[in-house]
């Protein structure tokens, strides 16, 4: 079992940055595969980044050069540095623990999410 709490969603400006964080319960945090999915307003959540076992991370083509994923095993926690915003990336964050993939069905663990506004 894995529980997961989000936290550093926020209201910031066009071109700004933030940097939630998720963090793990549990002993087997570092078998997992981390996602960050989000969900617009009257919109499907979707795919954003996601980073293995090893390390190894992929984005969706959208935040590509902008969004960085990457976690702590010794503190059971996954970040997603989140540069040069736009308000198209407006969503509530959500970070979620499984196999590697695109698709939320393969992820069994899910935080509660965090929202992040983006307005100038």
């Known amino acids: 079992q894995v529980q997961l709490v989000e936290s550093g969603g926020g209201l910031v400006q066009p071109g700004g940055s933030l940097r939630p964080s998720c963090a793990a319960s549990?002993?087997?945090?570092?078998?997992?595969?981390m996602g960050w999915f989000r969900q617009a307003p009257g919109k499907e959540r979707e795919f954003v980044a996601l980073?293995?076992?090893?390390?190894?991370?992929t984005y969706t083509d959208s935040v590509k050069g902008r969004f960085t994923i990457s976690r702590d095993n010794a503190k059971n926690s996954v970040y997603l540095q989140m540069n040069s915003l736009k308000p198209e990336d407006t969503a509530v964050y959500y970070c979620?623990?499984?196999?590697?993939?695109?698709?939320?069905?393969?992820?069994?663990?899910w935080g509660q999410g965090t929202q992040v506004t983006v307005s100038s």
């Open positions: 979620a623990a499984g196999r590697p993939s695109f698709s939320e069905t393969d992820y069994s663990y």
């Open positions: 549990g002993r087997t945090f570092n078998t997992y595969t």
């Open positions: 980073i293995n076992m090893y390390g190894g991370s």
